[in-house]
C-alpha cells in the first residue's frame, strides 16, 4: 500500500503487493476461477444470509455472514478481474458506504441498548474488505468512511467494552488499525489499538502457558462455564474455540508493530504447544469445534483453517520470511484447504479429519461439541459460517506469493504460478509446483531489482541456476535485468519422509505435501438441491492397513490444471490390512500401536496428497 509510516508503529518487513498487481496463472487460477464459479461467486444469488442481508438492506441475518462474504468475495473478484464478481462487490460497498450512520456506525442496527446492537466484529470483516477495495480502486469514499467508524468506536469502547467474539478476536482490529495508520498517519489509531489490546483476550498469556491440553469435550466446556461468571461467551470458552485462536495467532505480530520486543519466539511457542497437543499431520491443530486433541479423526473446522493461513500471512508480513510460519503456510493451503470442499468448490465440510475413513451423519459422534452433519460435504453442514468465510483461504494464499521488502527487493515466499509487473520489473513464475520441484522465474525490466528466494526447510539440494543454495534460508538473486527477458532457474527437489506421530504411527510427505492413503468412495446425496445439494461420502474398499515404510515409490503423472481432481504425484506403497482396526464413534478408531503385528498378504496401496482426497487415512500404523 502506499502511505508514510510513522516511527510509533514499526514498518513491516514485508508488504503484500497492491491487490490485484499479482495475476494468478496455471493451476492457481483455475482454482480461483473454480470459487467465481462455484459457491463463492454464486452464494449472494440464493443463499438467504447474504441474498437478503441485513448489510444489504434485506430481512436476513445482519451480523458476519455479510461480511464475511464480501471480504472473500473481494479478493477474488479482483485477483481474477472478473466483472461479473466486480460488480457484486460495487454494489455491497456502494451499500454499505451510502447508509454508514451519521455517527459512522456501519450497517443494521436497531436503536436498543444492547450489545449485539453495538458489537464491533462483523464490522471490523467489512472495514478489510473495504481496504481491499480501497486498495485497487482508490475509492475515495473509503479511507474518510473507516476513520469515522474507528473515531466512533474510539469512544464507544469506553462504553461498550469489548465482549463476546470481538473480545478474543481484536487481534483483526489492531491489523485493519496498523493498515489505516500505515495509510493516513493518523496518531489517535495508535491509543485506539492499545485500547482494543488491553479489553482484549490476552492472547500473549495464553501463548506463555496453553492452558488446554487435550480434548476440550462438552461436558468440560459446560462444567467451565458454571464455574465462571454463567456468561456462555467467557474467556474459557472463546480461548479454546478453534477459529478464535487460529485469529488469535495474529496477536504477536500485530502487536509487534506497536512493542517490538520479541513477539516472534512467543507465536513459535504458541504454534509448537498446539501441535504438540492438538497438532494434525495436515499443519492444522483440531477443533470440532473446541481444541480436540490428537486423534486424527477429531475435526478441524473450515473457518479455522482460512483463519490460521490469514493470521500466519500477517505473521510474514511483520517478520518476513521465518521459515516455520512460511512452511506452515503452505502445508495448510496445500493440504487442508483444497481438501476441505468437493472438487468442483460447490460444497464443503464444516469440519475435516486427518483420518477421514467416512462422511456421514451420526450421532454416535468424536467431536467436542459439533453435530452430527459436521463432516458431510454441503452448503452448510452443522453451520453456515464456513459457508460464507472459506472462500478467503485462495486470495489470502495469493496475495502473500511475493511481498514488496520495502528495500527495493522483492521476497517470494511460496511458488505457486503467477505474474506481475510491480517497481519497473516484471515477472512470470511457470511452475506446476508443488507438484513438481522446477520453478521457472522470467524476469523482464531495467536496472538491478534483487529477488528474495525462499529455500525451504525441507529441499535440501535445492539449486538456483545450477548452484547448490542452502535449505530453510532465503537466497537472493542479484541482477541487472536490462535486456532482458532473464531467466532464474529454481529446482526444489524434496526427500519422501515418514514422520512419526502419536502412538508411533507415522505420515508420509515430501516437500509441502502430506499424502494420504486414497480410499475408495461413493458420494450419496442425502439433501438439498444441486448444484450445492449435500452428500455423504461412503468408502467401498478397506482402509484399515498397516503399511511398509521401508518400500515406497513415487509415481509421477502429467499435472493438469486440476491438480486437487486428479492427483499428480502418488506414493505406491505395500500394505496388510489390520482387521481389528475399525470404527468408534462413527470415525476411524485410533491407529493401533506400530509396530504392528497382523499376518495378511501384503498388497499395493496407492498414497495421493491429502488435498485429492475426500476419505483418507493419512496418520497411518505400520508394520515390519
Ligand atoms: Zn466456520
Redesign the pocket.
Given at each position: 500500500m502506499p502511505g508514510t509510516t510513522l516511527p510509533q508503529l514499526t514498518p513491516s518487513a514485508l508488504r503484500p503487493l497492491p491487490l490485484a498487481t499479482l495475476r494468478p496463472r496455471g493451476w492457481l487460477l483455475e482454482r480461483l476461477r473454480l470459487q467465481a464459479d462455484g459457491m463463492a461467486g454464486h452464494l449472494d444469488e440464493f443463499w438467504p444470509d447474504i441474498a437478503r442481508s441485513g448489510w444489504i438492506g434485506g430481512d436476513a441475518e445482519g451480523w458476519e455472514r455479510g461480511p464475511y462474504w464480501l471480504d472473500g468475495i473481494t479478493g477474488i473478484a479482483y485477483l481474477l478481474d472478473d466483472e461479473r464478481l466486480k460488480a457484486k462487490v460495487r454494489r455491497w460497498v456502494d451499500h454499505i458506504l451510502d447508509h454508514q450512520h451519521p455517527d459512522g456506525w456501519f450497517g443494521p442496527r436497531s436503536g436498543e441498548a444492547t450489545y449485539a446492537d453495538h458489537d464491533v466484529w462483523p464490522r471490523i470483516i467489512v472495514l478489510k474488505a473495504l481496504l481491499q477495495h480501497f486498495e485497487v480502486t482508490g475509492d475515495e469514499r473509503v479511507i474518510p468512511a473507516s476513520l469515522r467508524f474507528l473515531w466512533l468506536l474510539n469512544g464507544l469502547l469506553d462504553e461498550w467494552p469489548l465482549q463476546e467474539w470481538a473480545r478474543s478476536r481484536w487481534t483483526d482490529i489492531v491489523w485493519v488499525i496498523n493498515q489505516l495508520h500505515d495509510l493516513t498517519g493518523e496518531k489517535w489509531l495508535l491509543p485506539l489499538a492499545a485500547k482494543c489490546k488491553a479489553q482484549g483476550f490476552d492472547w500473549f498469556g495464553y501463548a506463555a502457558d496453553l492452558p488446554f491440553r487435550g480434548k476440550v469435550d462438552e461436558a468440560t466446556l459446560l462444567a467451565m462455564r458454571d464455574q465462571h461468571d454463567g456468561n456462555w461467551m467467557n474467556d474459557v470458552y472463546l480461548s479454546s474455540h478453534g477459529?478464535n485462536v487460529a485469529m488469535g495467532l495474529k496477536a504477536m505480530p500485530v502487536w509487534w508493530r506497536h512493542d517490538a520486543h520479541d513477539q516472534q519466539s512467543a507465536l513459535l511457542q504458541l504454534i509448537d504447544a498446539l501441535d504438540q497437543h492438538h497438532g494434525q499431520p495436515s499443519g492444522l491443530f483440531s477443533c470440532d469445534e473446541h481444541l480436540a486433541g490428537l486423534h486424527p479423526s477429531q475435526g478441524t473446522?473450515?473457518?479455522?483453517v482460512v483463519e490460521h493461513i490469514a493470521s500466519l500471512g500477517v505473521a510474514l508480513e511483520s517478520w518476513g520470511c521465518v521459515e516455520p510460519v512460511a512452511d506452515r503456510l503452505e502445508r495448510l493451503a496445500f493440504n487442508a484447504l483444497p481438501a476441505s470442499t468437493s472438487p468442483d468448490e460447490w460444497a464443503h465440510q464444516?469440519v475435516q479429519q486427518a483420518n477421514q475413513v467416512i462422511c456421514h451423519v451420526t450421532e454416535d459422534r468424536v467431536y467436542t461439541n459439533n453435530g452430527p452433519d459436521a463432516n458431510v460435504f454441503g452448503l452448510e453442514p452443522h453451520?453456515g459460517?464456513?459457508t460464507a468465510?472459506?472462500h478467503q483461504g485462495w486470495p489470502r494464499f495469493t496475495t502473500h506469493l511475493w511481498m514488496d521488502s520495502g528495500d527495493g527487493a522483492l521476497t517470494a515466499l511460496s511458488y505457486a504460478p503467477c505474474s506481475f509487473s510491480y517497481d519497473g520489473l516484471s515477472v512470470d513464475v511457470s511452475t506446476a509446483y508443488p507438484f513438481e520441484d522446477d520453478v521457472t522465474i522470467t524476469v523482464r525490466g531495467s536496472g538491478v531489482v534483487p529477488l528474495n528466494l525462499r529455500i525451504p526447510a525441507w529441499s535440501a539440494g535445492a539449486t538456483v541456476d545450477g548452484e547448490t543454495v542452502a535449505a530453510g534460508t532465503v537466497h537472493q538473486v542479484r541482477r541487472d535485468w536490462s535486456g532482458g527477458p532473464h531467466v532464474v532457474r529454481l529446482r526444489l527437489p524434496a526427500p519422501i519422509k515418514s514422520v512419526s506421530r502419536p502412538a508411533n504411527a507415522i505420515t508420509l510427505e515430501r516437500g509441502p505435501l502430506v499424502f494420504s492413503l486414497a480410499v475408495p468412495e461413493q458420494w450419496t446425496k442425502i439433501g438439498g438441491e444441486e448444484p450445492h445439494a449435500t452428500y455423504e461420502v461412503h468408502p467401498t474398499g478397506p482402509w484399515n492397513y498397516a503399511i511398509a515404510p521401508d518400500d515406497i515409490r513415487l509415481d509421477r503423472q502429467t499435472v493438469t490444471e486440476h491438480p486437487f481432481t486428479k492427483a499428480p504425484l502418488r506414493l505406491q506403497v505395500k500394505g496388510r490390512l489390520v482387521p481389528d482396526w475399525a470404527l468408534e464413534h462413527g470415525a476411524a478408531a485410533a491407529p493401533p500401536p506400530s509396530p504392528v503385528t497382523t499376518t495378511g498378504a501384503f498388497e499395493d496401496l496407492t498414497f495421493v496428497p491429502y488435498g485429492c482426497t475426500s476419505l483418507r487415512v493419512t496418520e497411518v500404523p505400520w508394520t515390519r
Open positions: 477459529v473446522e473450515t473457518c479455522t464444516y453451520f459460517c464456513c468465510n472459506r
